[in-house]
């Protein structure tokens, strides 16, 4: 554990993650908002389209979800929630995350877990090997069995501390080898904790594309990461890098449709903020580079700077934020050179247009019109603005 390269000091002796750093669906999952992390029907998804077609093409669809976080709605079925349940806390020098542990919990009905991860803990326990386990206040802590007796183990943290805790409450951690792996179908053990340690492992890298088998989880960087350009576009081309990237999804795509004549789909999806229109950007420039030649490639990406001026405003999560949900077909010759491109937008949120919530905005184009607009003219935009309650800021003075 101590002994690894390249990684933040921070990782080096402790798998500590964050009290908000969950799966989608933990209950009280936060940070999630600001990242595509979604294991399941999140992320970026690749599939076939059973449609036979000579004129195939590539679909990028976002999906709308209005702000609303899966996250939210909490996960009963997850076999982790409250899932701690100390027997005792031995004495140790504590700190502030630990002394927290010491507070009864209430005991994890056996219906609730229904044993499912019995078997793995039995194992993990007579092995001793690394385990994570839940403190009270949702953060992940990985410590080492030390010993078990009964339905109770005895587990050293790394700071030489020893906890005595109910073995149905330890989670098998992964081997240190296995830390930062590109797939987590490599992971040995799947759970929540694993998970989110390689990728917060690898997201602390810059490397914020992880593959779960077919699809790809894309974390948001929230700042400008080299990993875009032509130089990784003629990389993914030319299959010189192999690390998980929505090029390489693309570029997969792009062969499979020419390989099999099937339509192709790519679907982004994400909580708000989460990345998915810049991800549907990134996708849609490594198909007008590889499909490119005719022009129609740059019209497609010109295209998005309208479509967000009508469809786009500030949120609290998101300055940029899709109102509405896009559908976009890119048709591709039998030479794989993009032929046309079909926009399909759906689901606009109107009331964003008369209603506004603290801090929010209404759509970027009422600002814009207002920022080019003669003098005279602008005060009356924002009379109208001031008269439909919205920000009347103009875009970035807010
Ligand atoms: N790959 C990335 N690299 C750098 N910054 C990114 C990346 N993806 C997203 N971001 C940042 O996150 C912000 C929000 O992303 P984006 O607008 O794509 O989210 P979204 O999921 O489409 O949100 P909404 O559902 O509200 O429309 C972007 O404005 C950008 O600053």
């Not at 069995?145 to 339905?151: A, C, D, E, V």
């Not at 998915?276 to 295209?303: D, H, N, P, R």
């Amino acid at each position: 554990m101590s002994q690894k390269t390249g990684v933040p000091p921070s990782h080096r002796f402790t798998k500590s993650l964050p009290v908000d750093f969950r799966f989608m669906g933990s209950p009280t999952s936060d940070r999630i908002g600001y990242t595509d992390i979604n294991l399941g029907n999140n992320g970026v998804t690749k599939l076939n389209s059973p449609e036979k077609n000579s004129d195939s093409g590539v679909k990028v669809v976002e999906r709308v979800e209005n702000g609303v976080a899966d996250t939210e709605q909490g996960n009963d079925d997850s076999p982790y929630s409250g899932n701690v349940k100390l027997v005792e806390n031995m004495p140790f020098v504590g700190n502030g995350d630990l002394d927290s542990a010491t507070a009864p919990l209430p005991s994890v009905s056996e219906s609730n877990i229904g044993h499912r991860w019995s078997d793995i803990n039995s194992y993990a326990a007579k092995k001793k090997v690394q385990s994570w386990f839940q403190l009270p206040n949702g953060n992940w802590k990985l410590g080492r069995i030390m010993s078990t007796s009964g339905t109770e183990s005895v587990i050293s943290l790394p700071a030489g501390k020893v906890l005595k805790v109910n073995s149905d409450s330890l989670i098998p951690a992964n081997p240190d080898i296995l830390d930062g792996v590109d797939d987590l179908m490599q992971l040995i053990y799947l759970n929540e904790p694993s998970v989110l340690f390689n990728l917060q492992y690898r997201y602390n890298q810059d490397m914020i594309y992880t593959k779960e088998g077919p699809v790809l989880v894309a974390i948001n960087p929230s700042k400008k990461v080299s990993l875009y350009g032509n130089d990784y576009i003629e990389a993914y081309k030319n299959k010189s890098i192999e690390s998980p990237h929505l090029y390489a999804i693309a570029d997969t795509i792009i062969r499979e449709m020419t390989r099999d004549e099937v339509n192709q789909s790519i679907i982004v999806s994400g909580k708000s903020g989460s990345g998915k229109t810049e991800t549907a950007k990134i996708a849609m420039q490594y198909l007008a580079v590889l499909g490119g030649g005719s022009g129609i490639e740059y019209e497609i990406l010109k295209t998005n700077p309208i479509l967000e001026a009508f469809g786009n405003a500030k949120t609290l999560r998101n300055d940029n934020s899709s109102r509405f949900g896009k559908l976009i077909e890119i048709h591709f010759s039998e030479t794989r050179k993009i032929s046309g491109a079909k926009i399909q937008t759906f689901l606009l949120e109107k009331s964003t247009v008369v209603q506004c919530a603290e801090g929010e905005r209404s759509y970027h184009i009422f600002y814009q019109l207002c920022a080019g607009a003669p003098r005279a003219l602008r005060g009356k935009f924002v009379d109208i603005f001031i008269f439909l309650q919205c920000n009347v800021l103009p875009p970035g003075n807010n």
